[in-house]
């Protein structure tokens, strides 16, 4: 077993890494050389703190094998807080290693926490199907209900709204999440009050905190058994573990596992994942290494490592913890870096000799961006990016140089552009979000359209886009409210209904439905106003079956202009009577505005038209190969990856930064950031003339 907390040499190798063109600079050995129990790197974009991570970790390999152990050391535990991250340390411990070592896992802490568990024997049975999970947070509703109408309440008007409201399911996923990442439940027992008085002292909606607490019981039922677990639920278990010990007492799982422990994006910690980390710290499992850019923290949740928040993590790390920064960027050169700097009051510091392009470009409307971007687009495929590719400055990435690579804060601003690329014929790929045609709003619309029109038109929809369409009628349309089909006295038991578990539709619904819809638009006519392809069934009165049931002098105009459509208040209707939450109802509104601006003026026929031949030319391209030569990405997707160019467009205040709270908008900022630097090579930045954010600071 390998001593805990094993103190580094004073002098590491000089390279114990493959990679001839890396070598590490004086910030970089600081790292490296540092003979501190616990490192904490707190450093700017791109400044290189996956791959100083790696470093470390092909340091303490190269350390472990010459040590010659008669028994084989303990691994080493690589932590990411994302998939993307951890698929980031993956790429460079390859780039460095040429493997990854089997003395080594790469693991997210949701990984980590389920790898306990199951080592603790709970077999761990995963609840990865969105539909279901809806199926279940409305049994839960029920349940909820069916509680308090037994009790008979005398709650007064509180309970009484409970039971009147249906619940916004993203919300309550929302309300979820946030409340398991900051381990609410201690601060609810910490407060001494009542749920009521609670959530008017936090300003949280009792509703979804009465419903979250009914859901974790049905869960977990009575014996604490969970039933299942969603994302995040691993580590809200351990934690739940972990909350039952003393500060000091290591748990026995965590204990003497591993001979170092590196995190990276540390920036994205919260509540329950400090838990962990702080458990792994204590539990003797040698060095520990965490990397952090502050400014790159954009998740709802992660507790902020800003000012006291450093403070509050150096609390679970040891006393002689060594806080390093590093500020001079690998990724990009002096241009971005006096571009960035200003803009964001940060310091980022270029390397020497290092070439790199920034441009500031200005639009006065969408169509104007979109027309910059497609002339950037065509500059880089024919010229730019050859050039670079020439040069073989690849930078070892094994990269295409000849994309162009736009990040987005929303994805209804990727509306335009891929109708404007996609009629210039360029194969562009999407990150972070799905094609436009894909989004089940924007295909609802669709559907509807093509339902109208009836089969008279020349073409059908592709499968794909009437899946899409059939997942927004369930979501939007209410349709999907079947929590009445469970078992009453189940439920009343505070359990779900197992029964018709396999039962329950799952994702593939959409897909299935698609399959019988898509020849016909007589067919799918039928489905959206009866809700079944019952031919007996009634028909519904919501807005889609009265959009199928308006009169043909109605429909004429609507048919001649799709634009008209897309602004028809029936439409509009459909997403301002959804059971979903603010956000999402401005962002479905937004889409409608964005397809109703390409739509305008356009009769359905053509535009479907025109939309089947853009989706069926994607499709061709993909099946060919044909290399992505325009990647559409939204600022989630992009985070800890870098591209040759990158494009930041639609930047204007309110926009992207997006609006926000006093208290939020720091992850606004934050985006932007993030956006921004991951450029190498050459960024442009194409910002509202009528609203900018430039010069700065954000
Ligand atoms: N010592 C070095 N020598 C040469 N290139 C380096 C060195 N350190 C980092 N790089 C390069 O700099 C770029 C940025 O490195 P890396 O992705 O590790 O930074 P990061 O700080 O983790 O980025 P982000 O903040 O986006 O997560 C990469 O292309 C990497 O290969």
Redesign the pocket.
């Known amino acids: 077993m390998p001593s805990p907390r094993s103190a580094a040499p004073a002098s590491s190798p000089a390279r114990s890494w493959a990679?001839a063109?890396?070598?590490?600079?004086v910030e970089?050995r600081r790292v490296l050389d540092s003979a501190a129990p616990a490192i904490v790197i707190s450093?700017?974009?791109?400044?290189?703190?996956?791959?100083?991570?790696?470093?470390k970790a092909c340091n303490l390999l190269l350390q472990a094998g010459k040590a010659g152990q008669a028994r084989e050391p303990a691994p080493i535990l690589f932590l990411a807080y994302s998939r993307a991250?951890v698929t980031?340390i993956r790429d460079?411990m390859l780039?460095l290693h040429g493997k990854v070592p089997a003395s080594m896992q790469i693991l997210t802490m949701e990984q980590l926490c389920e790898v306990v568990l199951k080592e603790q024997g709970d077999p761990v049975e995963k609840l990865d199907d969105p539909v279901r999970r809806r199926f279940l947070i409305l049994q839960a509703q029920q349940a909820l209900r069916l509680e308090l109408e037994r009790n008979d309440h005398g709650g007064g008007s509180d309970d009484d709204e409970l039971l009147a409201q249906n619940v916004d399911i993203d919300a309550f996923l929302a309300f979820e999440a946030l409340a398991k990442k900051k381990l609410l439940h201690r601060d609810i027992e910490d407060s001494g009050l009542d749920l009521r008085a609670f959530c008017d002292d936090q300003g949280l909606d009792y509703g979804l905190c009465r419903l979250y607490g009914q859901y974790e019981r049905m869960r977990v039922g009575m014996n604490h058994e969970p039933r299942f677990y969603a994302e995040g639920d691993c580590t809200f278990e351990l934690c739940r573990q972990l909350g039952a010990l003393d500060w000091d007492q290591p748990l026995d799982a965590l204990r003497e596992r591993y001979s170092a422990v590196l995190f990276?994006?540390l920036h994205d910690l919260d509540e329950g994942a400090l838990m962990v980390l702080r458990k792994l710290v204590q539990g003797g499992n040698g060095l520990f290494v965490g990397?952090g850019?502050f400014n790159?923290h954009i998740h709802e949740g992660s507790f902020s490592v800003f000012g006291s928040g450093l403070q509050r993590m150096r609390e679970c790390l040891p006393a002689d913890t060594e806080v390093l920064a590093?500020n001079t960027?690998?990724?990009f050169g002096a241009e971005i870096c006096a571009a960035l700097n200003p803009l964001f009051g940060v310091a980022f510091a270029p390397?020497a000799q290092s070439s790199d392009a920034f441009a500031h470009l200005t639009y006065d409307s969408d169509e104007h961006c979109a027309a910059q971007l497609v002339e950037l687009h065509g500059q880089i495929v024919n010229a730019w990016g050859a050039l670079q590719d020439a040069k073989g400055d690849g930078?070892?990435?094994g990269q295409n140089n000849s994309s162009l690579n736009v990040v987005l804060r929303s994805p209804q601003d990727s509306i335009l552009l891929e109708w404007v690329f996609g009629h210039e014929g360029v194969h562009y790929g999407c990150q972070g979000m799905s094609p436009f045609y894909l989004r089940r709003e924007v295909a609802l619309a669709l559907a509807l359209m093509w339902a109208l029109q009836g089969d008279g038109g020349e073409r059908h929809l592709t499968p794909g886009i009437v899946g899409a369409a059939v997942e927004g009628l369930l979501h939007y349309g209410r349709r999907a409210a079947r929590g009445g089909a469970a078992d009453v006295d189940l439920l009343a038991q505070g359990r779900f209904d197992d029964a018709g578990w396999t039962d329950l539709p799952g994702a593939q619904e959409g897909q299935k439905l698609a399959a019988t819809l898509h020849s016909s638009a007589t067919r799918m006519r039928r489905y959206i106003a009866h809700g079944t392809l019952d031919p007996s069934a009634p028909e519904l009165a919501d807005a889609c079956a009265q959009l199928m049931a308006l009169a043909p002098n109605a429909c004429a105009p609507l048919l001649a202009d799709a634009g008209l459509f897309c602004a028809h208040p029936l439409v509009r209707r459909i997403f301002a009577e959804a059971p979903i939450n603010g956000a999402e109802r401005s962002a479905c509104l937004a889409s409608l505005q964005a397809l109703a601006g390409l739509a305008h003026g356009l009769p359905v026929a053509e535009l479907l038209g025109r939309l089947t031949l853009l989706a069926t030319a994607s499709i061709a391209m993909h099946q060919a190969n044909e290399p992505i030569s325009l990647r559409l990405l939204s600022v989630e997707a992009c985070?800890?990856?870098?591209f040759t160019f990158v494009a930041v467009p639609f930047v204007e205040r309110g926009r992207f930064p997006g609006p926000a709270s006093h208290q939020e908008a720091y992850r606004e900022r934050n985006m932007l950031y993030?956006a921004m630097?991951?450029a190498?090579a050459a960024l442009w930045l194409v910002e509202s003339a009528a609203k900018p954010v430039w010069p700065g600071p954000v």
């Open positions: 990679h063109r890396i070598t590490a600079t970089q450093a700017l974009a791109g400044t290189g703190k996956t791959t100083t991570l790696c470093m991250g980031a460079r780039q990276d994006e990397a850019d790159q590093i960027t690998r990724r390397m930078k070892g990435t985070k800890g990856r870098e993030v630097t991951r190498r």
